[in-house]
């Protein structure tokens, strides 16, 4: 059983402090997380971009996201393991239950699901059946077409104010952590102050609980840098020295800075 518990999370921000967060796919990866101390390894499904060299994340399925999320439960020893479910996996309640099953019994933690108001009665079911989740506002990457592409979200009032409905709604159903993604960084700060839970963010500004980043972009490997990202690699003299900086910036404050912000 690994030691990060969704507790220990809560009490991180309960005490105003940070903890970082980081994309894994793979067993080498998922052991230099845990020695750099990041309390959550997330299986992204974003591995349809950087392992599997699709332009987005929909082709990924659920025995792949479970094949990768076995591979990095192998080498986590005290991160919280949380696992994306990935795209149309979680349409319908039912499907959601037995989706979600999947993963955790391949040794996820915790799910993901992208979406808001639409999402509340799956949120409540897993939870009820003890199935921890992570909900996913703002830019949510299995939309990207309905989105018109990968842009920034609740820019306007009121997109913020809906996208702050629907995660308060996500935690009152059950959800123990949120992951808000490209949004202003005003509203970044917004949401981690009105939510009792964690908010992860990326893309989000300086002040969520937490931060995520892409494994691939802070290594300087990915085809892209997006805006919001840091490679941490340059600075560094190894995978493992790129991880620790990464964290400790995250801890205290210096990541990320007004330039990785919208």
């Known amino acids: 059983m690994n030691t990060m518990t969704i507790d220990n999370l809560k009490s991180i921000k309960a005490d105003r402090k940070k903890f970082a967060s980081i994309t894994a796919y793979d067993f080498s990866f998922a052991s230099l997380i845990d020695n750099a101390g990041i309390e959550v390894t997330l299986v992204g ?69 992208e979406g808001g108001e639409w999402l509340v009665e799956t949120v409540y079911s897993l939870t009820q059946r003890g199935i921890p989740v992570c909900g996913h506002l703002g830019l949510t990457p299995q939309s990207v077409h309905k989105l018109s592409g990968f842009k920034v979200q609740g820019k306007e009032s009121n997109a913020a104010e809906k996208m702050l409905a629907e995660a308060k709604m996500l935690e009152d159903a059950g959800a123990d952590l949120l992951v808000v993604e490209c949004v202003p960084s005003s509203l970044g700060k917004t949401l981690a102050e009105t939510l009792e839970i964690p908010v992860i963010g990326i893309g989000a500004g300086p002040d969520t609980d937490a931060q995520v980043l892409v494994l691939q972009d802070i290594l300087g490997i990915s085809s892209r840098q997006p805006k919001f990202s840091k490679n941490y690699i340059e600075q560094a003299s190894s995978i493992q020295d790129a991880l620790t900086s990464y964290r400790q910036e995250v801890l205290s404050g210096a990541f990320p800075s007004k330039e990785h912000g919208f």
């Open 45 to 113: 499904d974003s591995l349809g971009n950087v392992i599997q060299g699709h332009g987005t994340t929909l082709p990924v399925s659920v025995d792949e996201m479970a094949y990768h999320t076995a591979n990095v439960a192998r080498g986590i020893t005290s991160s919280l393991v949380l696992s994306d479910m990935p795209f149309m996996s979680y349409s319908t309640v039912p499907a959601a239950l037995e989706n979600a099953a999947v993963l955790m019994q391949a040794g996820a933690q915790m799910v993901k699901l």
